[in-house]
Every structure is written in structure tokens, then in C-alpha cells.
């Protein structure tokens, strides 16, 4: 029989709706792809030479399984330049992905019954990571209103002596929002470990973001080279930790992953060190798209309150057309031929909005909300119909 952990485990209904437009493609629809947050760039031309040049020169076998020092070096190098913080390479993990970095930071990290704080909505996968190792979610719910970011004073009435982390993640998946600085400050003086994921940190266009190793010691931050340097499928990321968990993640890496890829390793190298204009150019257009975006769906009757300034996403209301998200995601794929994610991927708070990516070109942007609008449209007059 099938174990507990797996049977429980949820789906990822983002990846459900893109392997039903899949199958409707290889069926001979054309499908608008607004639902996966997967940038449509090339990795920078530097990086790929980089990987080439690593598999030329033999960087073919297994590295120290916290990564190449080289790597961790040039990660510290990048957090200071940007935060003006100091990590030492003996504080990184580097893995294969940022997942596997947030399996071992709560194999590391968690006792069973154990409890992590996370917003709702939030990342559709985070509970999976908790639940598996034999933690337990405590969702809080973020409002629209609000920018999606939390309330201080609920997370305070939420803490408990099993509360082991606080979980954020800015700019964040799926709002596109980010926290502010006093709101880290206020989290990070909680008692807590603070757990940050920053694998959208480089896609922000208002604002700046910030790492909380700016306000504290006691945290964990994950990170990687997909987003940002649009490297999904080379699979790099890393884990940055107090030292005092690195020897027990270094037995997780160790026991389950070995070490991340060799040549890949090298390819982040020259990300970190040569991509810079490559990551500006890909902002400046994800930046167009985004203003597009928003506004054409604000005028097609989603509601955004506050406007998502991070990541490659905009979380718009969609109650006022549907109660369900799940059903409503389906429908407007099986009608207008556009893929959207339906919120209640990313947690019970999260039904009622749907998530759009704008990892998509200008053009398939605009014949994809198009569509949308037809479809919005045509759903007015059919409720009309029905009415009378």
C-alpha cells in the first residue's frame, strides 16, 4: 500500500492545469500559457558557455557536498554586494534546486509536532515540505488589503512553545508582493527562527528587496539561479544556515542528494559574476509586461488592490465571476484557451483569485487576456440569459 505521507501529500494543481493544456495542444489548440512561473529567456549566454566549458575541462565528477568553495565564495560575495551582510561559505548549502534545500532545512530543523508559521496563501508546495518531515503549518491568513503581507500581532497570537519558524517569502509566490522593512524587523524579533525564501530576489521593479539576514542572525535563507537568472532546468540553489545546522545538513545532502551538479556549479559561478546586464534586460521586459497586465485586467473587471511590484505575478480577484477557482481555472481553459493557476493551489485563503504569470511574451500576453475578456463577457450574458 501506498505510505500516509505520499497519499496525503496534495497535487500541484498549477502543474495539473498545464498537463491539460498539454494534451489539448497535442490535440491541435493553440493554448495562451499564463499559468506556470517559469521564465521564457534562455539562461544569459555566459552561463552556457560556462556549463560547456565545465563539462570540456572534466567537471563531470562528485564536488564537496556542500558545493564547490568557489561557488559558496562567489554567493557570499553577492550577499554582500547586495545586503551588505556577511555570510561565510561555511554557512551554505548548495543543492540541486531550491527545493531540496527546504527538505533539508526542516529535516534539519524540525521534531515532529513541531509548528511552522506560513501565510495563506502561499507557495502551493511549502506544506508538503513541512508535513513530510512530521511538522505542522500554521496558515495565517494575509489579506488583499494589506498587500498580502501579515499582521504582526496575529502572528504573536499564533505562537506556541512548538513554534519552530516563521515562514516568509518576498517578493512573494503567488502575490508578486513584497514585505516591508518594518514588517521583517517585527518578525525577525520574534523568538522563532525566521525561514526565508528569496529565490525571486533580482525581479523587483518599484521598492528594493530585502534579505532578513539584514535584521537577523537566527535564519534561514533559500535561494537559486532559476528566477532570477532563468536557469530552471540546470537545477541550482542553496540553502544559507547558522552554522550550527550545517553539519546536520551536510548529513541530509550527504545521505540523499550527494552534491549538486559540477559543471552546473560552474555555470552559477559565472551567473553570479557575469549576468548582471542579462538579469537587467530580463527585468526591464518582465517589468513591461507586468504594468500591461495589470491594467488590462483591471479593465477587464479583476480586482488587484494593491499592485504586486516582485516575482513574475499578479494574484487578482476573481470572486465576483466565481466562488470556486479550481472550476474557474478549467473553464477558462477548456473556453477562452488560456492557462491560469486557480488560488486555491496556494491554500484555503487563496480561493476566489486566480494567478497569472507574466513569464510570456508581450504579444501572447495581450491575445491571452483578450481571450479572457471574450470569455468574462460571454459569461456575463449567459448568467443574463439564465437570470431571465
Do not use: W
Not at 36 to 42: H, L, M, S, T
Not at 115 to 136: M, T
Not at 282 to 311: C, H, K, Q, W
Amino acid at each position: 500500500m501506498v505510505s500516509e505521507r505520499t497519499r496525503e501529500m496534495t497535487s500541484f494543481i498549477v502543474m495539473d492545469v498545464l498537463e491539460k493544456a498539454y494534451e489539448m495542444e497535442r490535440n491541435g489548440t493553440r493554448i495562451i500559457h499564463l499559468e506556470v512561473g517559469e521564465p521564457d529567456f534562455d539562461a544569459p549566454q555566459c552561463v552556457k558557455e560556462a556549463a560547456v566549458r565545465a563539462i570540456h575541462d572534466g567537471y563531470t565528477h562528485y564536488t564537496h557536498s556542500l558545493g564547490m568553495l568557489e561557488l559558496r565564495e562567489a554567493i557570499c560575495d553577492y550577499y554582500y554586494r547586495s545586503y551588505k551582510v556577511n555570510v561565510e561559505p561555511d554557512q551554505i548549502a548548495v543543492s540541486s534546486g531550491s527545493s531540496p534545500a527546504i527538505f533539508m532545512l526542516f529535516a534539519a530543523l524540525l521534531e515532529a509536532a513541531d509548528e511552522v508559521i506560513i501565510s495563506d496563501p502561499h507557495y502551493a508546495c511549502y506544506p508538503n515540505f513541512i508535513n513530510f518531515v512530521n511538522g505542522r503549518c500554521v496558515r495565517i491568513p494575509v489579506y488583499e488589503e494589506d498587500g498580502f503581507q501579515f499582521r504582526p500581532e496575529v502572528i504573536r497570537e499564533n505562537l506556541s512553545d512548538r513554534t519552530k519558524a516563521i515562514f516568509i517569502n518576498s517578493p512573494s509566490n503567488p502575490t508578486g508582493n513584497l514585505l516591508s522593512a518594518e514588517l521583517m524587523q517585527a518578525i525577525a524579533d520574534m523568538d522563532p527562527y525566521v525561514v526565508s525564501d528569496e529565490i525571486y530576489h533580482g525581479l523587483v521593479y518599484e521598492g528594493h528587496e530585502r534579505s532578513i539576514l539584514e535584521f537577523t542572525n537566527r535564519a534561514f535563507v533559500i535561494n537559486g539561479f532559476s528566477k532570477q537568472f532563468a536557469m530552471t532546468g540546470l537545477r541550482l540553489g542553496y540553502l544559507i544556515a547558522p552554522k550550527e545546522f550545517m553539519r546536520a545538513i551536510q548529513k541530509v545532502h550527504q545521505n540523499f542528494f550527494i552534491s549538486a551538479n559540477a559543471a552546473i556549479q560552474r555555470a552559477g559561478i559565472a551567473a553570479l559574476r557575469y549576468a548582471q546586464d542579462d538579469v537587467f534586460r530580463m527585468r526591464s521586459i518582465y517589468d513591461e509586461r507586468r504594468r500591461y497586465m495589470i491594467n488590462r485586467l483591471r479593465e477587464i473587471g479583476f480586482g488587484i488592490t494593491v499592485e504586486p511590484t516582485g516575482a513574475f505575478y499578479v494574484f487578482a480577484n476573481a470572486k465576483r465571476l466565481s466562488k470556486d477557482s479550481y472550476q474557474l481555472a478549467f473553464d477558462i481553459l477548456e473556453r477562452a484557451f488560456v492557462g491560469v493557476a486557480p488560488g486555491i493551489d496556494f491554500g484555503p485563503h487563496g480561493e476566489g483569485y486566480l494567478r497569472f504569470s507574466y513569464t510570456n511574451s508581450l504579444e501572447n500576453i495581450k491575445e491571452g487576456l483578450d481571450r479572457l475578456g471574450k470569455y468574462v463577457e460571454q459569461r456575463g450574458q449567459d448568467r443574463f440569459r439564465t437570470a431571465n
